[in-house]
């Protein structure tokens, strides 16, 4: 998988990861799989980029490499200027926070208790939290919106209110990166908006970097600044909504069945019958 890359000479100055000739993939038994390779790209401080791709095509893949979870296969990547590979785990959980789709595998523990596990890089070996650390946890989840469940038990919460407490976790660690694999695929419609707006404010008020991926493309075109379309046939495609759009990149995305149009102009899907 190449690499096309269309970036808005305005985000130039403010890279924050950098992706070189890279290889990412896992190791089995039967031996290595390649999910994508090749890819030279940037993630921009400040902005929120979207990563949109079909199913299969190596999103949760990429952002697990992007975070250390699983090693590269090939190439390089850079956080802030520094190679990924020279970081400690204690540095990386204060540099890159990361939602995953994985439930957290917690038994008796509250809420709050779960979200206090963000400031695990800040605190002492005893893991005793300051009065810092619980106004940042109370502050995150007041951010979601999830305050009156801070007492309720992990399992007692439905799978969208534990993805809110996931998102909560992140905000508490105070990190200047934040990937999220599909934050809003349990959510109903009135909070995948709010969240996606939460995080569209933090990156620009708090000049974070915000890279997250998603199903759902016409929420993505109308918040991102930026977005990453990875597709089996052409790698990866990057530039804004509007770009992508009109050089018809989006389209070709999209209107893989006969019943489905993209309208390029209002950035929109229409579905015929």
């Known amino acids: 998988m190449h690499v096309n890359v269309k970036t808005s000479d305005k985000m130039n100055d403010n890279i924050s990861v950098t992706l070189n000739d890279l290889t990412i993939g896992y190791k089995n038994k039967q031996g290595t799989r390649v999910v994508a390779e090749h890819l030279t790209a940037s993630i921009h401080q400040g902005c929120l980029t979207c990563l949109l791709g079909e199913n299969g095509v190596g999103k949760s893949t990429l952002l697990k490499t992007l975070s250390a979870f699983q090693p590269q296969l090939g190439g390089s990547i850079c956080i802030q200027g520094r190679e990924l590979g020279q970081y400690t785990e204690r540095e990386l959980a204060r540099t890159i926070g990361i939602v995953l789709t994985e439930k957290p595998d917690v038994q008796q523990m509250t809420a709050m ?33 999830i305050g009156h469940l801070k007492n309720r038990m992990i399992e007692t919460l439905s799978d969208g209110e534990r993805q809110k407490v996931m998102i909560a976790k992140t905000l508490a660690q105070q990190t200047p990166i934040i990937y999220l694999d599909e934050p809003t695929a349990f959510l109903d419609y009135p909070s995948k908006v709010d969240i996606l707006l939460l995080l569209s404010r933090i990156s620009r008020e708090a000049q974070k970097t915000v890279f997250l991926s998603t199903h759902d493309l016409e929420l993505a075109l109308q918040m991102a600044d930026e977005i990453w379309l990875m597709t089996h046939a052409n790698g990866i495609q990057i530039g804004t909504p509007q770009k992508l759009a009109q050089n018809g990149a989006l389209s070709a995305f999209v209107e893989r069945s006969p019943e489905i149009a993209f309208e390029t102009e209002t950035l929109s899907v229409r579905v015929g019958r």
Not at 120 to 130: C, K, M
């Open 113 to 145: 208790e779960l979200v206090e596990m963000g400031r695990a890089p800040y605190t002492g070996f005893w893991g005793r939290l300051n009065d810092d650390d619980r106004r940042a946890c109370e502050e995150a989840m007041a951010l979601i919106g």
